[in-house]
């Protein structure tokens, strides 16, 4: 079946950098769309970044300068790199995946959380 796993997230205090990391398999075909979603309690989950199977990348105004998404195609993984770290950042990371025929389509489902298939979560937490 299809799983997604998260691995990477601590305790780090503001300022400070982080790389997640998220190894996906048994997708019959690879995946077009790739994201990070993060959560925190009380609120509602919010979209960080995709990435698009022509490498295209959208951010969230709130990590843009800060955050970089990657992937290694052939390595079935997706990266999040987190730099200059901030309290607001404590949440919980989810990566997500989907089969968006094109670039737009993914940053569509990207906009409205409608990935198909998503990771159990690895937890961010920034002290001040």
């Known amino acids: 079946q299809v799983q997604l796993a998260e691995s990477g997230g601590g305790s780090v205090q503001a300022g400070g950098s982080l790389r997640l990391s998220c190894a996906y398999s048994g997708f019959t075909n690879r995946p077009s769309c790739l994201g990070w979603f993060r959560q925190a309690p009380g609120k509602v989950r919010e979209g960080v970044a995709a990435?698009?199977?022509?490498?295209?990348?959208t951010y969230a105004d709130s990590v843009k300068g800060r955050f970089t998404i990657s992937r290694e195609i052939a390595a079935n993984t997706l990266y999040l790199q987190m730099y200059s770290l901030k309290p607001e950042d404590t949440a919980m990371y989810y990566c997500?995946?989907?089969?968006?025929?094109?670039?737009?389509?993914?940053?569509?489902?990207?906009?409205?959380?409608?990935?198909?298939?998503w990771g159990q979560g690895t937890q961010v937490t920034v002290s001040s």
């Open positions: 990435i698009g199977s022509d490498g295209t990348t």
């Open positions: 997500a995946a989907d089969y968006a025929l094109t670039p737009r389509t993914c940053v569509a489902r990207f906009a409205r959380g409608q990935f198909a298939y």
